[in-house]
Structure formats: C-alpha cells, structure tokens
C-alpha cells in the first residue's frame, strides 16, 4: 500500500527537516528579541532559546551521517512496556500543557517554526519509545503514529477552555448557541412561544435537548464539546467500514489522520449527521435504501445551511460511482447520480420552506447571506485570516490531492463535485463575516476525504513514501497550532456580577433588551425578566452585514424612541477599522448598525469590566451621538 522509505533514506529525511526546523527557530528567536527590544545575548531566556536550537540544529547536521539501519533495539518484555506507555503518555500531553503556559505561550506561541519544532521535537520522542518497546515496527509507521496521537491530543485539549461553569458568555457567539436552542422550548422556559432560530436551525435543535433536562450551563458547554468530537469521530468510522481493513493497528492510524483533518478543518458539528449515516448504510444495488437515505440526509441539509442542499445527493452519487458506476461513463449512465443530486437538492429546498413556514419568523430574514459582502482579498493572507482562505486550504489539501493523482485518478464526474464544493466553499468563505479560518470549506474537505479513501485504499501501486511524509507533516502542523488550556476566572466576582445584574433588574419597570447573555434568561440564572426575542446580537449583526434595511431601521426607531429602560450588551465604542485590521468589516458593520444608535441615546449605567458587560440606560439629556 505504501512505499516506504530505506531506513537511512528516513533518517536523513528526519534529520534535515529538523535542522531546517532548528535554524528558523533562531531566525524567529532573534526577531522576537528584536520585537521585545532587548539584546538577545544579553536577555537570558533568549540566549537560552539561541543555545538550544544551536544545538539542536549542529546535532541535526552530525546526525545526517549516522547510520541508523546498524541499530538494534532490543526487544522488551511485556512487563517492561508499562513504564514505556507511561512515558508515551506524558509526552502526548506535554505539548499542550507547554502550550497552556503563559511563560512558553509568550515566547513561543507567535512563533509558527518554533512552536512545531517543539512538537516535531516531542513527536520524536515518541516515536524513539515506540520502537524501544516494539522494536519491529518501521520507523515511518512509529513516527505517524506519534504525531497523530500527539495531533489528537492537541486537539482535545483545545476544547478545555469550554469546559467550565463561568457564568458568562466566553466569546462573540457563545450565548447565541444556548438561547437559539432555548427557542424551540420557549413556551416551556418562557411561558409562551417565540419563533424558532433563523440561523442554523438543526444545529441549534441538536443544542437544544440539555434543556429538556434542565441542564446547568457547564452541562450545556460539555454536550456542545462531545457532540462536536463524537460526530467527527463517526465519519472516518463510518467510512472505513466500507473498507474492511484487516489490521486493526493500520485502521486506528487512518482513522486519527481522517479524524485530525476534519477537525483542522473545523467542520461545523451538524455537517456529520448527514455524512456518516450515508457512509455507514449506503449498499451497492439496493436504489430503494438509497432513495430512502437521500430523503432523510436532504431533509436535515434544508434544515442547515444553503450550500449543503446537494450534499447528501453528492456523497451518494460518489458512493455509486465508486462502488457500482461502470468504467466508461456516458451521459446515461450518470442519470441515476443526476437524479440523486436533483431530488435531494429539491427535498432540501423544500424542507427548509417548510421550517420557515413552520418558524414563526419572519421569510424575509432567511438567507441573508445571500445579500452580504463578497471580501476578495480574505483568499489570500490578511489579518483576519494569516495563512490566507486559498494557501490554507490549499496546504491542507495537498497531500489528498497527491493521493488521488498518484493513485487511481478519479474521473471527471468526482472532479466536477470536488471543483464545485471547492468553489462553493471559497464563495462561502469570502462573505462577510467567514474567512477567518477554513470552516465553510467543511463540504469540501468531507467530500475530498471520501473520495481520496477510494483512490488510497483501492490503487494499483504503492503510495511513494514522500506523499506519506506530507500526509503526516501537514495535518500535524494544522492540529498543533492551536490553543489549549483551562479558563479561569475569579468565582466571587462573577458572582457578584450576577448579583448586581439581578438588582437592576428588580428595579428597572418597563422592557429590558438582552442584546448579549440571554442564556442567562434562558437557564434562569437571572429572575423577572420578559424575554424581547428581538435584536440578538448574532441576529443584529447577521442583518448589519446583510444590509437588511427593514430590519436595522426598525432597531434604529425603537433604540431612538428608548422603547428599552435598559440594554445589556458588552461594551460599545464607535470606533471605524478596515481590511488592515482582523475583522474590519465586521466591526464597521456592527459600530454602524447597533453600536452608534444605542450610543446615541443610552449611556453607560453600569459596568462590570472583568465580565465584559454594560448595562446601557436612557440618556436624559436626549440625542448624543459618537
């Protein structure tokens, strides 16, 4: 299946990507010192990175003349591996305990070379102990392994941060992904019923069954964290069933690979529902089975997002044209696939019809991205985005590509679906408020992975060993430049927030607008509220970067007539940016459509800086605009 490097050929290859490694790890040292200010000879933590990744670089040159294939490791017995799995152990956490040190965080965290050289430097490690306790196996296979164990741990460290019970919301659209699902039991969490969410509403429906059991908040953000990892997790178990692997050991390790691409892709955690049951119970010559997953999976796409309507008909189609298509394709035999794509994209349309009938909200707030800003330049590296939305996905996509190419080369019916999800995607990507990493190419990914498995494990000659090498290097570097750790907060204060929310509350008479937090509202943290399903701000700021006029001048007049005795939000400053700032536009469109109204005629009455919240009343001195 693979054509695995000689054992002196990997070990050069070994040592001349770390000494590549070792020198820009100086070269980023020196320009740190340059940036902080200081002599580096002079600073003593950056004379010790110098003297580090001096040695690590001469080391690399002296070992390019080793002979490694006159090694031998002994063979240990099962007893003494214990402490070998312990020590492997410790090495898979260790990167992102470094990580979640403020100390190497600073030092390292900006610093993309060093930073993988420290992981590439803990992948080895790893790879030394695996084949100290199994000496038979190959040393590109112990290395794989290593880096995606070291991967996949990296990963889920990444989701820590969530797990806590902080009271507010951690970031800009954390509270929208507890109150939207909140809307689908609001009569029985607000005592009467609010139109259902125009975002994403099978995401927010899946988020929504905590709250049949009355959850508390961290259970909320512990189901959206296992919900995220397990979806992911069934699609490459959905799809190398279809495979029947015979090593356990090698289906582990193309399962972690699928696993750690798609989550460096950051696929949305409702994309999956409509992937792995395709791939879990799609037979060959069984039509009336596939009908009957096409209507299921395209039901719950009409329920998600617009590019997503043909996505249960493409997946099938390229189940069949792998599985049971003939080996010359004509314009008839493509009918059954064109039918699938047809249906399912028409049953899509049709169920998302029928959620907006069904919603209560109004039609003409769905599909706003349709009438959002395209951001050309947000295809190559700018600051929302570094690695730029093309060179990323590019990168990312590249070892599949030589998969594909260096195997069976898919014909061009998987060519087209894989152009037009690629394009769909960029499209997606390039909107106004997306590019900030690669998540709208989600269909894409998912569709390449599926196709690129069939060139893998069904062509006719060895896969060459340099394609194996960026099949682990280049998902590794995506997975390890992630953050990790564990949010802390002060308990005391935040409770004491909460507490002064709650008074202003019990003293305020008239409506109170909760343009942030409504988990608060929907989870009862706070009592005596009337929930106003008006104005969320992931709402508010869907219709900013919609231009949808209706909707802000209606916001505008009721935030002039001070409809609101008051309105908690974070805090607002009018303050215009451009494309040379991280998400420029998106803060234009918002300082435009909700900043600047509420600005000019409410005025801070209450601030709690630690927990990012004001609480805004009238101004009583009428009209004063930023």
Not at 96 to 103: E, G, H, R
Not at 569 to 583: E, R, T
Request: with cysteine.
């Amino acid at each position: 299946m693979i054509l695995w490097p000689s054992s002196r050929v990997f070990w050069r290859s070994l040592m001349g990507l770390s000494l590549a490694l070792a020198l820009f790890s100086l070269a980023e040292t020196f320009a740190l010192a340059q940036k902080l200010g200081v002599a580096p000879f002079k600073s003593k933590t950056t004379l010790a990175l110098i003297v580090f990744w001096g040695l690590a670089a001469g080391l690399s040159a002296l070992g390019w003349r080793f002979q490694p294939e006159k090694w031998q490791f002994p063979r240990w017995p099962r007893p003494a591996r214990i402490p070998l799995l312990a020590a492997l152990a410790g090495l898979a956490v260790s990167f992102p305990w470094l990580m979640a040190q403020p100390v190497v965080s600073n030092l390292i965290g900006a610093s993309p070379a060093t930073r993988f050289f420290v992981f590439w430097l803990l992948g080895l490690m790893s790879a030394l102990l695996l084949k100290l306790g199994w000496p038979g196996l190959r040393g590109a296979a112990a290395l794989a392994a290593s880096l995606f164990v070291l991967s996949t741990v990296n990963l889920l460290a990444g989701s820590l941060p969530a797990l806590t019970d902080y009271p507010f919301a951690l970031g800009w659209s954390e509270t929208s992904r507890f109150y939207f699902p909140s809307l689908f039991f609001s009569e029985l969490l607000y005592g009467q019923r609010y139109p259902w969410p125009i975002l994403h509403p099978s995401l927010h429906l899946l988020l929504s069954l905590p709250y049949l059991f009355n959850a508390p908040l961290w259970a909320h953000r512990a189901w959206q964290v296992g919900l995220r990892l397990l979806m992911t997790a069934l699609i490459p178990a959905a799809l190398l069933s279809r495979f029947q692997l015979r090593s356990r050991g090698w289906a582990w390790l193309t399962g972690l690979w699928v696993f750690i691409f798609l989550m460096d892709v950051s696929i949305y955690l409702h994309l999956p529902l409509m992937v792995f049951p395709l791939l879990w119970l799609y037979r060959p010559r069984s039509p009336r089975r596939a009908w009957l997953l096409l209507l299921a999976a395209s039901v719950w796409a009409g329920l998600s997002r617009i590019n997503w309507y043909p996505m249960p008909g493409l997946i099938l189609s390229v189940l069949w044209l792998e599985e049971e298509g003939p080996e010359r394709l004509s314009p008839r035999s493509l009918l059954f696939p064109a039918a699938l794509v047809s249906v399912g994209t028409l049953t899509a349309f049709a169920a998302a019809r029928g959620y907006i009938l069904l919603s209560g909200a109004d039609a003409e707030n769905f599909f706003t991205s349709l009438s959002s800003d395209l951001l050309w330049y947000r295809l190559w590296p700018n600051p929302t985005y570094p690695l730029g939305v093309l060179p990323g996905i590019a990168a990312l996509s590249l070892p599949l590509w030589l998969v594909l190419l260096l195997g069976k080369r898919p014909g061009w019916p998987l060519m087209t679906i894989l152009a037009a999800l690629l394009a769909g995607g960029l499209l997606v990507s390039l909107k106004i408020g997306g590019g900030a990493d690669l998540h709208n190419l989600d269909a894409y990914a998912v569709m390449l992975v599926i196709v690129a498995a069939y060139a893998f494990f069904r062509r006719p000659r060895p896969l060459p060993w340099q394609a194996l090498g960026l099949l682990m290097l280049i998902p590794a570097w995506f997975a390890q430049s992630g953050g990790s750790g564990l949010t802390r907060y002060d308990p005391q204060m935040s409770a004491e927030t909460l507490q002064a929310l709650q008074r202003r509350v019990d003293s305020t008479s008239g409506e109170m607008l909760f343009i942030t937090q409504r988990h608060l509202l929907s989870m009862r943290l706070l009592q005596g509220v009337t929930l106003l399903p008006e104005y969320e701000r992931e709402d508010l700021m869907e219709m900013a970067m919609a231009h949808n006029t209706l909707y802000l001048e209606r916001f505008a007049r009721d935030v002039e007539s001070q409809r609101f005795a008051m309105i908690v939000v974070d805090p607002l400053k009018f303050n215009l940016l451009g494309s040379a700032y991280p998400m420029g536009e998106e803060n234009n469109a918002w300082a435009r459509a909700a900043a600047r109204p509420i600005l000019c005629w409410y005025e801070p009455a209450e601030s709690f800086p630690q927990d990012k919240i004001v609480i805004y009343t009238p101004r009583k001195s009428g009209k004063s605009c930023p």
